[in-house]
């Protein structure tokens, strides 16, 4: 099937639209520096969430998670545990509050409240601003080659060739897409910064929630439980794993088990137990300094920063995952009608646009493709709109040029949002896979943004030093450990081997930090106790919260370390049954579906209780 023309007409009529969303709300946007970067701090809670679950529902990340659910079926519920996807927990319960009390623009700006401005808070500052565009750079690129290899599928090169006035080599076909839709994102969120996003984002999720309850529609009206269960080996269906993962695609597809092999997921205990280890440490880490953290900051309260965090999974998992598990299942029961060739090869990481384009009816493949298109737009542009924020308010604006007129600011935010999108094209040049880039974006750089930061939350003696120090070695060691370790690790696939660098790169990351701190003096007692005052976390503060105490006999101290830590694991559990339940309702396990939901149900009346009903005491408890 070929694009029809209502598909180009939904298509056109979208981009067009983007386009007209950033210069309407240019003049609002351009006010000054917090209107271009939160929408004013004036965006109710619910718009920023659905805005940033669509920014999560992106283009590559669904090419990734279709291709996942084709090889692993249900056992792929666990493995966007790499991200961590369940950070959003730990967000909802407690930390979303104590960020946003902070009151400040960006996660670089937040340090000063933590360390000051002294040289070990000028540092410490620096070092995020470097952490927060190395990880701008890295995701623009991980968007940068999804959509250039999604968009190859519909519009193949042979009918572009003719039009166009140089030879371009197969290989980088993809990239050629990737350079023309990265200019219409990059061209609104230039204009209208976060006002532009949210609201083109919840345009956005509109289109992507009826493009897939039409897709899982389509999927269960096509495939019956029966044929899908010749099609896919013994245990797809079950989301549980014994130490291997026992998955013998060898009768069905065999070519699939090329692609277990290369994921490196075979030893799923190990794997599953690397992920956790790794994913609960980077959620007490906080977020790291991208769109997720700009959203937090932009919300109106604390109240509101952990609702939005909360409603996040609700409103993404169910919709994207209906839309997952469609088209899985579609590829997987008429696999031979698929064309996944890339460069002259198989590449899984094409079912999702084969797929579309194979099962979607006219109108409606426009529609997918217009939502899909859309959600890369979203993503990309809360991506780019992170770069200047960090680089204009935290390097021009603060170092370079102090006494910058709103007008020289956001031309400067112009100017770096094209910077940025020009090097991660260059660098989305040399990436294959979208999976490689993913792995070595979760596992190897954000493994070392976790110690430094999840000691500045619960450590009082932490200073900037170490904590400069400690994030320093974090990042060299991701991008030195992966080439000159990788020969010792011959057992483990390449694109997985950040996972398993994961606990040397915290060992040394840890040892760095601790050993800087102890050798240089603490932080400033009227700091620390401004910054524990007004954030109130628990963890070992004890000197600070002593002297607190001493100049306010009726401070309390933060109680909720234990009830914290059960809402978390009860939103977990929570937000793998809205990820486990549209795929069982896709693939029509009725038994596995209603216990789900009974699951779901009990999570969501305890979290009623211990989570809603005291958010209104505990979040605004020190109000920003």
Same mark, same amino acid.
């Given at each position: 099937?070929?694009?029809?023309?209502?598909?180009?007409?939904?298509?056109?009529?979208?981009?067009?639209?983007? !386009?007209?969303?950033?210069? $309407?709300?240019?003049?609002?946007?351009? +006010?000054?520096?917090?209107?271009?970067? +939160?929408?004013?701090?004036?965006?109710?809670?619910?718009?920023?969430?659905?805005?940033?679950?669509? &920014?999560?529902?992106?283009?590559?990340?669904?090419? =990734?998670?279709?291709?996942?659910?084709?090889?692993?079926?249900?056992?792929?519920?666990?493995?966007?545990?790499?991200?961590?996807?369940?950070?959003?927990?730990?967000?909802?319960?407690?930390?979303?509050?104590?960020?946003?009390?902070?009151?400040?623009?960006?996660?670089?700006?937040?340090?000063?409240?933590?360390?000051?401005?002294?040289?070990?808070?000028?540092?410490?500052?620096?070092?995020?601003?470097?952490?927060?565009?190395?990880?701008?750079?890295?995701?623009?690129? $991980? @968007?940068?080659?999804?959509?250039?290899?999604?968009?190859?599928?519909?519009?193949?090169?042979?009918?572009?060739?003719?039009?166009?006035?140089?030879?371009?080599?197969?290989?980088?076909? %993809? #990239?050629?897409?990737?350079?023309?839709?990265?200019?219409?994102?990059?061209?609104?969120?230039?204009?209208?910064?976060?006002?532009?996003?949210?609201?083109?984002?919840?345009?956005?999720?509109?289109?992507?929630?009826?493009?897939?309850?039409?897709?899982?529609?389509?999927?269960?009206?096509?495939?019956?439980?029966?044929?899908? #269960?010749?099609?896919?080996?013994?245990?797809?269906?079950?989301?549980?794993?014994?130490?291997?993962?026992?998955?013998?695609?060898?009768?069905?597809?065999?070519?699939?088990?090329?692609?277990?092999?290369?994921?490196?997921?075979?030893?799923?205990?190990?794997?599953?137990?690397?992920?956790?280890?790794?994913?609960?440490?980077?959620?007490?880490?906080?977020?790291?300094?991208?769109?997720?953290?700009?959203?937090?900051?932009?919300?109106?309260? %604390?109240?509101?920063?952990?609702?939005?965090?909360?409603?996040?999974?609700?409103?993404?998992?169910?919709?994207?995952?209906?839309?997952?598990?469609?088209?899985?299942?579609?590829?997987?029961?008429?696999? +031979?009608?698929?064309?996944?060739?890339?460069?002259?090869?198989?590449?899984?990481?094409?079912?999702?646009?084969?797929?579309?384009?194979?099962?979607?009816?006219?109108?409606?493949?426009?529609?997918?493709?217009? &939502?899909?298109?859309?959600?890369?737009?979203?993503?990309?542009?809360?991506?780019?709109?992170?770069?200047?924020?960090?680089?204009?308010?935290?390097?021009? #604006?603060? $170092?370079?040029? %102090?006494?910058?007129?709103?007008?020289?600011?956001?031309?400067?935010?112009?100017?770096?949002?094209?910077?940025?999108?020009?090097?991660?094209?260059? !660098?989305?040049?040399?990436?294959?896979?979208?999976?490689?880039?993913?792995?070595?974006?979760?596992?190897?750089?954000?493994? @070392?943004?976790?110690?430094?930061?999840?000691?500045?939350?619960? =450590? =009082?003696?932490?200073?900037?030093?170490? $904590?400069?120090?400690?994030?320093?070695? &974090?990042?060299?060691?991701?991008?030195?450990?992966?080439?000159?370790?990788?020969?010792?690790?011959?057992?483990?696939?390449?694109?997985?081997?950040?996972?398993?660098?994961?606990?040397?790169?915290?060992?040394?990351?840890?040892?760095?930090?601790?050993?800087?701190?102890?050798?240089?003096?603490?932080?400033?007692?009227?700091?620390?106790?401004?910054?524990?005052?007004?954030?109130?976390?628990?963890?070992?503060?004890?000197?600070? #919260?002593?002297?607190?105490?001493?100049?306010?006999?009726?401070?309390?101290?933060?109680?909720?370390?234990?009830?914290?830590?059960?809402?978390?694991?009860? &939103?977990?559990?929570?937000?793998?049954?809205?990820?486990?339940?549209?795929?069982?309702?896709?693939?029509?396990?009725?038994?596995?579906?209603?216990?789900?939901?009974?699951?779901?149900?009990?999570?969501?009346?305890?979290?009623?209780?211990?989570?809603?009903?005291?958010?209104?005491?505990?979040?605004?408890?020190?109000?920003?």
């Amino acid at each position: 099937m070929q694009l029809q023309a209502i598909d180009l007409t939904i298509i056109g009529a979208y981009l067009a639209f983007t !386009i007209f969303i950033g210069l $309407y709300l240019k003049r609002r946007a351009a +006010q000054d520096m917090k209107a271009y970067y +939160q929408g004013g701090k004036r965006l109710p809670w619910y718009m920023l969430s659905l805005s940033n679950a669509s &920014g999560m529902f992106d283009i590559s990340g669904t090419m =990734w998670l279709v291709t996942l659910c084709f090889v692993y079926g249900m056992k792929s519920i666990w493995i966007p545990w790499l991200w961590p996807v369940f950070n959003q927990v730990f967000l909802a319960a407690f930390l979303s509050c104590w960020l946003r009390r902070s009151n400040v623009i960006t996660g670089a700006q937040w340090i000063q409240t933590r360390f000051g401005d002294n040289t070990g808070g000028r540092l410490a500052h620096m070092v995020v601003v470097l952490f927060a565009v190395i990880s701008v750079l890295g995701f623009l690129a $991980y @968007g940068f080659i999804g959509v250039g290899k999604f968009i190859e599928i519909f519009i193949p090169w042979e009918t572009v060739a003719p039009y166009v006035p140089f030879d371009v080599p197969p290989e980088y076909v %993809p #990239h050629l897409y990737g350079v023309f839709f990265t200019s219409f994102a990059t061209f609104y969120v230039m204009l209208g910064g976060m006002l532009s996003i949210v609201w083109a984002d919840v345009v956005q999720f509109t289109i992507m929630a009826i493009s897939a309850v039409i897709i899982a529609t389509i999927a269960m009206m096509n495939v019956t439980p029966e044929a899908l #269960h010749a099609a896919t080996p013994e245990g797809w269906a079950n989301p549980f794993f014994g130490w291997t993962l026992d998955l013998d695609w060898g009768a069905k597809i065999a070519e699939v088990n090329d692609k277990i092999v290369s994921d490196g997921y075979t030893l799923f205990s190990i794997f599953f137990m690397m992920m956790l280890f790794k994913g609960v440490l980077s959620s007490l880490a906080g977020p790291a300094p991208n769109y997720d953290m700009q959203k937090i900051l932009a919300t109106r309260s %604390p109240r509101e920063a952990a609702l939005m965090s909360g409603f996040v999974s609700i409103a993404l998992n169910p919709i994207r995952y209906l839309m997952i598990a469609g088209f899985a299942v579609l590829a997987i029961v008429y696999y +031979q009608q698929l064309d996944l060739m890339s460069g002259g090869k198989i590449d899984f990481e094409n079912i999702l646009p084969s797929a579309m384009l194979q099962f979607a009816p006219a109108g409606i493949l426009g529609l997918l493709l217009a &939502g899909l298109l859309a959600a890369f737009m979203s993503t990309f542009a809360s991506t780019v709109n992170a770069a200047p924020a960090y680089i204009v308010n935290d390097i021009y #604006h603060r $170092y370079i040029n %102090p006494q910058a007129s709103n007008k020289a600011l956001i031309r400067a935010s112009y100017l770096v949002s094209v910077l940025v999108v020009i090097i991660s094209t260059l !660098i989305g040049l040399f990436v294959e896979s979208i999976n490689s880039v993913l792995q070595w974006l979760v596992s190897g750089l954000f493994g @070392g943004y976790a110690v430094a930061n999840v000691l500045k939350w619960y =450590w =009082w003696r932490l200073n900037g030093i170490g $904590y400069f120090w400690g994030m320093l070695s &974090g990042i060299i060691g991701a991008l030195l450990f992966p080439p000159l370790l990788g020969p010792m690790f011959t057992g483990v696939a390449p694109d997985i081997l950040p996972l398993y660098l994961f606990p040397l790169l915290f060992l040394v990351s840890g040892i760095v930090c601790v050993v800087a701190t102890a050798m240089t003096p603490p932080e400033d007692d009227e700091l620390l106790k401004a910054f524990y005052r007004q954030v109130r976390p628990w963890g070992l503060w004890g000197p600070v #919260h002593d002297k607190v105490v001493a100049e306010d006999p009726t401070f309390q101290r933060n109680p909720d370390f234990k009830r914290d830590m059960f809402n978390v694991v009860v &939103g977990i559990i929570a937000q793998t049954c809205l990820v486990a339940a549209p795929i069982f309702l896709v693939i029509r396990e009725g038994g596995s579906l209603v216990t789900t939901l009974v699951v779901f149900g009990v999570a969501a009346v305890i979290l009623k209780k211990t989570w809603y009903d005291r958010l209104e005491r505990t979040a605004d408890a020190t109000e920003a």
